[in-house]
DNA sequence: CACATGATCGCCT
DNA sequence: GGCGATCATGTGG
């Protein structure tokens, strides 16, 4: 059996304690944008021997299927690293790039889609947003891989994601997405959004 | 600060 | 056979 990385110990968190509560099915089913913008804030999650360790999402990108040359399912591409992608919103999209960095993603809307949210950076405890500013470094520090590809969000006990009650609104700048040059023109589409408060982002955004 | 490059391999052509 | 939804490191200004 092939065991599971772990995520790093100083991302352990208590959902009751943060105000936390598991998004429900129709959070996902919304337009990709809006699940981006609402995921800004949220708590990526995964539970470990029996204890929960996460991270405030902070930068996220959409990516819109088959008319978006930047998605892995554009043109209606669909193989079985892609199939997730076609899956019912909620569902984990886990993807294996340089031949060393995993990437993660939330789909999003009805099952056929194939529409989805790269999860970029998110914010940890003091010192350890540095190992979370990133799409492969996020994936490493929470030990997701590509056999969490496919994986249901909802009402899952291994990963979840997390809505903070009461949350105040953050502050969202747009820019292009990140390393998509080669998209032609949908790769100036201001599809990336990230907290302005934050300082976790990925990359430090030209576009205020 | 702005590039430039190497590492490394699964996936698609 | 080529290249990528990345990252760390190195160079030069």
Redesign the pocket.
């Known amino acids: 059996m092939i065991a599971k990385p772990p995520p790093d110990r100083r991302l352990q968190l208590d959902p009751d304690e943060l105000g936390l509560s598991e998004a429900a099915r129709s959070f996902y089913l919304r337009g990709t944008v809006a699940v981006a913008r609402g995921l800004i804030g949220a708590y990526l999650a995964r539970r470990w021997r029996g204890r929960w360790y996460g991270a405030r999402i902070v930068e996220t990108?959409a990516?819109l299927g088959a008319g978006d040359a930047?998605?892995?399912?554009f043109g209606g591409?669909r193989?079985?690293?892609?199939e997730p992608m076609y899956a019912e919103g909620g569902t984990l999209y886990v993807f294996?790039?340089?031949?060393?960095?995993s990437?993660v993603?939330v789909v999003t809307g009805r099952a056929g889609h194939a529409e989805?949210v790269?999860l970029r950076a998110a914010e940890g405890p003091d010192g350890v947003a540095r190992l979370l500013a990133?799409?492969?470094?996020?994936c490493a520090a929470m030990g997701i891989t590509?056999a969490d590809s496919g994986r249901d969000l909802v009402g899952g006990r291994e990963v979840a994601l997390f809505l903070r009650r009461r949350a105040r609104r953050p502050r969202i700048g747009v820019s292009p997405r990140?390393?998509?040059d080669?998209a032609g023109e949908a790769s100036a589409w201001p599809l990336r959004f990230f907290d302005l408060d934050s300082p976790a982002v990925?990359r430090?955004s030209s576009a205020r």
């Open positions: 990108e990516y930047a998605a892995h399912s591409r193989t079985p690293r892609v294996f790039v340089y031949g060393m960095h990437c993603n989805a790269l990133g799409p492969g470094k996020l590509v990140i390393g998509v080669y990925s430090r």
